[in-house]
DNA sequence: TATAATTTTTAGTCTTGTCTAAAAAACAAT
DNA sequence: ATTGTTTTTTAGACAAGACTAAAAATTATA
């Protein structure tokens, strides 16, 4: 428990308070309406208390809006916050992978870490040095310096029918087992693919890549997007 | 004040006592024998009190050894991290200029932030997609994986005497204002000068530089590191 | 609608790193 | 050798960010 004692207008925020607002800001695009405490602390592996005492801290400093037991919303301010931090991290991404030939299933730790740091003629001039992005290497859009991302339609791969076709256009997770599970099968961004089959009872497809025709489970069609052809 | 409860064994250092065992270092070098409480307070602007707590607790980990009023010392093992963090914060630094083309007074403090970034992969990748550096834009030389640093004999500019001749080969302090200084007066890493005249009562110089002559005070004599040819 | 289960919040504690004020040690000077 | 000054250390407090345990609010269930 906090105890409030002075206001203050400090327009920096610290590596927890970013990471909440990341948080935050990609748990309201999943799900509707206010983020759940327990849904923030389940995503960044802290417990809830821990969570509404920050909440009502990030409320004070008007990045969010909260009424207690109602959840959390971002402000306008807040998202904007959000997004810079994303950001980073996705440009960070492409340095690492574009220029330092690190493997797009190493990149994210290092990439939690790069997104701190503090100066916007670092980011602009990095931004430049990449040849201004648009996605990051696991095909992210990369939000623009006033925190706007154009979204494209894209489906997961589950969403598709059976003879639809399309190109791997990114990956919702991102985890090392899953993007070197996906390498296995010489899938990436910009993989063509099309779906032969799809199983009513358990939600695996049997997909083509290349002249290769392989198994895909339920769960790995919920983390591919497809751009459809 | 500090209580200890709980003896730990974790080799990673926070982000404090990264900058403690940075400072250390380079105060070590600077005055022989062990580092006073109030030098280390002064160069971190921090107040004596603080700095007994954290070297103590440093004590403890190993990395510095220390008894009671009379000063620390980096342990081979601090020493190698304090080495560590300096490497990786002129890595940085480099980058900063040679690939983002920052100027060299602009760097120092991204760098500050950087050098916390912990990859061992990330920073050896960096390392050659620099070409292996072995000096920052300051003229600093950059720490090798195992910390060792291959000493060069160069001189301050005011130690240099009527007629000597040599070439610019580093800074030693880099603050913009200095740095910008030498910058009006075509002064860089590699700019070859020789003393015309010094001045003995003020340790005022008379420098060439291409075919500009001009003075040059004690102070910043002082900061310009020489190798004489 | 009353009760049970779940979610969220409060209260209190802990750790790291900082601070101030005061005590103690070391150094300087008569 | 004693006194004074400076340096360093101790003690106690505070802030951020986390935790546990318990209380309160909400939602689900019968």
Redesign the pocket.
């Given at each position: 428990?906090?105890?409030k004692?002075?206001v203050?207008f400090c327009h920096m925020f610290?590596?927890?308070?970013e990471?909440?607002l990341k948080t935050i800001y990609h748990l309201e695009q999943e799900s509707k309406g206010g983020v759940?405490?327990?849904?923030i602390a389940d995503k960044m592996?802290?417990?809830?208390?821990?969570?509404?005492?920050?909440?009502?801290?990030l409320a004070e400093k008007g990045v969010i809006s909260?009424k207690?037991?109602?959840?959390a919303t971002l402000t306008s301010k807040g998202r904007k916050t959000a997004a810079g931090v994303i950001r980073k991290h996705r440009l960070w991404e492409v340095f690492l992978v574009d220029k330092l030939k690190f493997h797009w299933d190493e990149v994210h730790e290092i990439a939690e870490q790069l997104e701190h740091i503090h100066s916007e003629e670092l980011i602009n001039r990095l931004d430049k040095y990449l040849g201004n992005p648009d996605f990051d290497p696991h095909g992210d859009p990369i939000p623009d310096k006033n925190g706007n991302v154009k979204k494209t339609e894209k489906k997961l791969l589950s969403e598709l029918s059976k003879k639809q076709k399309g190109v791997c256009v990114g990956v919702k997770e991102t985890s090392s087992e899953f993007l070197q599970y996906l390498d296995k099968r010489n899938i990436t961004i910009g993989t063509k693919l099309s779906v032969l089959g799809k199983e009513f009872f358990d939600g695996s497809m049997i997909i083509q890549v290349g002249r290769d025709q392989f198994f895909i489970s339920k769960k790995t069609a919920e983390n591919l997007y497809i751009q459809t052809t």
């Open positions: 428990m906090h105890i004692k002075y203050y610290s590596l927890a308070e990471n909440y759940s405490t327990n849904a592996d802290t417990k809830p208390s821990s969570v509404t005492d920050m909440v009502q801290r909260y207690k037991y109602k959840g």
